[in-house]
């Protein structure tokens, strides 16, 4: 029970999803009752509640600017937090957050959670965040002392290190890839896992102009959203053939197979209808229904996923498969929001990623040469030009890349493109051209 | 605001040890803060060489130079930066050399 009243907070117990109130005042409980040797404030949990009651009220945070707080050896992985009524809320007067490297996909046993919880009860507010949104499981909240402490054990027990945070490369973060899904083109799991041991350097200890992060997604329908929350995003795709079984696609006609494996079951949209729910919606128009047999256009089909999310049991990825790569992707501040620009259309994402860390090291060494104090990737890019960014990669342009040719003709040359060059004389000119 | 003892001054800092009155620093109060950051003994020369760097480029530009610079200018690797500050250039070398501290997405 918290020790002042919280009365708007405790309108959020109603209804009927999962309270967070609720939950925070149950560890609140339990802390009161517990008889582990608690090394933060046992009333963390009571304070915390207490200071959002007051900041309802107020409508205004009451954490101070900023807070900068870690463990030595690293740069990053902790959030220094301090509440601005420290007399009010002692025992949430500091609350810092570790952010705690996940395993790819936030796959875990139980027993791995509860030797964390173990350590977090003890040294912490028992208050966590499954997961943070670039996908670190988050520590909530204990003492600057604590945080050693917390670091000690959370290496040498449970051989687990700290994400990212500040100026560095932060937590990589994957779909759930080959483990459960057949769409999977790459193993997105793997990969992301090789490069985040790969940069732990990178990843702890800031070097870059401002953050950058990786995710990979398995295929288009971009289940980690890597286009939009990642400067590199590393995305699944084929470049052979839909393979399609024809018996499956009748056992869908037939009404036997329910679409889009009955996503849509709560409500009766008629019997499917292969023409009006997948031909006609194919983007590019490259799929035909005969009534017995489909037919895929394959080069006309740039791989959007709707038919084989539709017809999961009948239409397969290819064989051949790989990832495009894009860049850039960033929210809004500075210069306004972006989503991942396509700058390789296909590479093959195999061990030992050779291919993907030469063309990630190229990048990262043009940003942190030219990048300014924080300024994303994508922001660069922006300023120096795209074809300076494929000049810095080494791939050729390609009309892949771009949705449509520039409408504006400021269009540079470089000098040795141009015959004579720049170097001009006016008098040479005026020779043929009177004043 | 809290008050920081060292050698047998006091000194005003924030919860994160930064020091407020940037005109009290002194090679003193340098050297006694760093057993805090986690560095043993008398400051070495590589030391001072790091601290004196950041408060000329702080006194020339009023900000902390990014760490890229930082290396490049005094010839440090990262890793040679954090072997002389383990809590790194910006918790580290900045707090020793008296500058306010780094803000934004840390």
Same mark, same amino acid.
């Given at each position: 029970?918290?020790?002042? *009243?919280?009365?708007?907070? &405790?309108?959020?117990?109603?209804?009927?999803?999962?309270?967070?109130?609720?939950?925070?005042?149950?560890?609140?409980?339990?802390?009161?009752?517990?008889?582990?040797?608690?090394?933060?404030?046992?009333?963390?949990?009571?304070d915390?509640? &207490?200071?959002?009651?007051?900041?309802?009220?107020?409508?205004?945070?009451? #954490?101070?600017?900023?807070?900068?707080?870690?463990?030595?050896?690293?740069?990053?992985?902790?959030?220094?937090?301090?509440?601005?009524?420290?007399?009010?809320?002692?025992?949430?007067? !500091?609350?810092?957050?570790?952010? $705690?490297?996940?395993?790819?996909?936030?796959?875990?046993?139980?027993?791995?959670?509860?030797?964390?919880?173990?350590? #977090?009860?003890?040294r912490?507010?028992?208050?966590?965040?499954?997961?943070?949104?670039?996908? %670190?499981?988050?520590?909530?909240?204990?003492?600057?002392?604590?945080?050693?402490? $917390?670091?000690?054990?959370?290496?040498?027990?449970?051989?687990? %290190?700290?994400?990212?945070?500040?100026?560095?490369?932060?937590?990589?973060?994957?779909?759930?890839?080959?483990?459960?899904?057949?769409f999977?083109?790459?193993?997105?799991?793997?990969?992301?896992?090789?490069?985040t041991?790969?940069?732990?350097?990178?990843?702890?200890?800031?070097?870059?102009?401002?953050k950058?992060?990786? *995710?990979?997604?398995?295929?288009?329908?971009?289940?980690? =959203?890597?286009?939009?929350?990642?400067?590199?995003?590393?995305?699944?795709?084929?470049? &052979? %053939?839909?393979?399609?079984d024809? *018996?499956?696609?009748?056992?869908?006609?037939?009404?036997?197979?329910?679409?889009?494996?009955?996503?849509?079951?709560?409500?009766?949209?008629?019997?499917? &209808?292969i023409?009006?729910?997948?031909? !006609?919606?194919?983007?590019?128009?490259?799929? =035909?229904?005969?009534?017995?047999?489909?037919?895929?256009?394959?080069?006309?089909?740039?791989?959007?996923?709707?038919?084989?999310?539709?017809?999961?049991?009948?239409?397969?990825?290819?064989?051949?498969?790989?990832?495009?790569?894009?860049?850039?992707?960033?929210?809004?501040?500075?210069?306004?929001?972006?989503?991942?620009?396509?700058?390789?259309?296909?590479?093959?994402?195999?061990?030992?990623?050779?291919?993907?860390?030469?063309?990630?090291?190229?990048? #990262?060494? #043009?940003?942190s040469?030219?990048?300014?104090?924080?300024?994303?990737?994508?922001?660069?890019?922006?300023?120096?030009?795209?074809?300076?960014?494929?000049?810095?990669?080494?791939?050729?342009? %390609?009309?892949?890349?771009?949705?449509?040719?520039?409408?504006?003709?400021?269009?540079?040359?470089?000098?040795?493109?141009?015959p004579?060059?720049?170097?001009?004389?006016?008098?040479?000119?005026?020779?043929?051209?009177?004043? | 605001?809290?008050?920081l003892?060292?050698?047998?001054?006091?000194?005003?800092? @924030?919860?994160?040890?930064?020091?407020?009155?940037? @005109?009290?620093?002194?090679? /003193?109060?340098?050297?006694?803060?760093?057993?805090?950051?986690?560095?043993?003994?008398?400051?070495?020369?590589?030391?001072?060489?790091?601290?004196?760097?950041?408060?000329?480029?702080?006194?020339?530009?009023?900000?902390?130079?990014?760490?890229?610079?930082?290396?490049? /200018?005094?010839?440090?690797?990262?890793?040679?930066?954090?072997?002389?500050?383990?809590?790194?250039p910006?918790?580290?070398?900045?707090?020793?050399?008296?500058?306010?501290?780094?803000?934004?997405?840390?």
């Amino acid at each position: 029970m918290a020790k002042r *009243k919280t009365p708007m907070l &405790d309108e959020l117990e109603n209804g009927k999803w999962p309270s967070f109130i609720s939950d925070i005042k149950q560890e609140a409980e339990a802390r009161e009752k517990t008889n582990v040797d608690l090394q933060a404030p046992k009333e963390v949990c009571n304070d915390l509640l &207490d200071i959002l009651e007051l900041s309802y009220k107020d409508r205004e945070g009451h #954490w101070k600017h900023g807070g900068v707080a870690g463990v030595f050896g690293y740069g990053g992985g902790v959030i220094g937090r301090y509440c601005d009524q420290p007399e009010q809320f002692p025992a949430a007067k !500091d609350f810092h957050t570790l952010r $705690v490297n996940q395993p790819s996909s936030y796959f875990y046993k139980t027993e791995y959670l509860r030797q964390l919880c173990e350590l #977090w009860e003890r040294r912490g507010s028992g208050l966590t965040n499954m997961h943070g949104s670039t996908g %670190d499981i988050i520590l909530l909240g204990t003492t600057t002392p604590q945080l050693e402490e $917390v670091f000690w054990e959370l290496t040498h027990n449970l051989k687990q %290190d700290l994400g990212g945070s500040g100026s560095v490369l932060r937590s990589p973060n994957c779909c759930i890839g080959k483990a459960r899904c057949e769409f999977a083109c790459y193993d997105t799991q793997q990969a992301c896992r090789a490069l985040t041991m790969e940069y732990q350097d990178e990843l702890h200890r800031p070097a870059f102009p401002y953050k950058f992060k990786f *995710k990979f997604d398995g295929c288009p329908n971009g289940c980690v =959203a890597s286009i939009a929350r990642a400067d590199m995003s590393v995305i699944g795709t084929w470049r &052979d %053939d839909i393979r399609i079984d024809q *018996k499956a696609v009748q056992a869908y006609v037939g009404g036997e197979f329910k679409p889009d494996a009955g996503a849509h079951a709560g409500r009766d949209w008629g019997p499917f &209808d292969i023409e009006k729910e997948v031909i !006609d919606l194919c983007p590019t128009h490259c799929m =035909a229904w005969n009534g017995e047999k489909l037919g895929i256009n394959n080069r006309e089909c740039n791989r959007c996923m709707h038919c084989i999310n539709t017809m999961p049991r009948a239409l397969r990825i290819g064989e051949d498969t790989g990832a495009s790569i894009l860049f850039g992707a960033k929210a809004p501040i500075l210069e306004g929001a972006q989503l991942g620009t396509l700058t390789i259309p296909f590479m093959k994402i195999e061990e030992p990623y050779d291919e993907l860390k030469g063309l990630i090291e190229k990048v #990262w060494d #043009w940003w942190s040469e030219e990048g300014r104090n924080r300024e994303r990737l994508g922001e660069l890019i922006q300023r120096m030009g795209f074809a300076k960014f494929l000049e810095v990669c080494e791939i050729k342009a %390609d009309p892949r890349m771009i949705r449509e040719p520039r409408s504006n003709p400021y269009i540079f040359w470089k000098e040795t493109d141009v015959p004579g060059g720049w170097e001009r004389d006016i008098k040479d000119f005026r020779k043929k051209h009177q004043k | 605001m809290p008050q920081l003892e060292v050698e047998g001054k006091a000194y005003e800092v @924030d919860e994160d040890g930064f020091l407020q009155e940037l @005109d009290k620093w002194s090679r /003193d109060f340098a050297q006694g803060y760093a057993a805090i950051e986690g560095i043993e003994g008398v400051l070495t020369e590589e030391h001072w060489k790091l601290i004196d760097y950041i408060r000329n480029y702080y006194t020339q530009f009023g900000i902390a130079p990014m760490i890229r610079k930082m290396c490049k /200018d005094t010839g440090l690797s990262l890793k040679q930066i954090y072997e002389l500050f383990p809590s790194g250039p910006a918790k580290g070398a900045c707090k020793l050399a008296g500058l306010s501290k780094p803000t934004g997405c840390v």
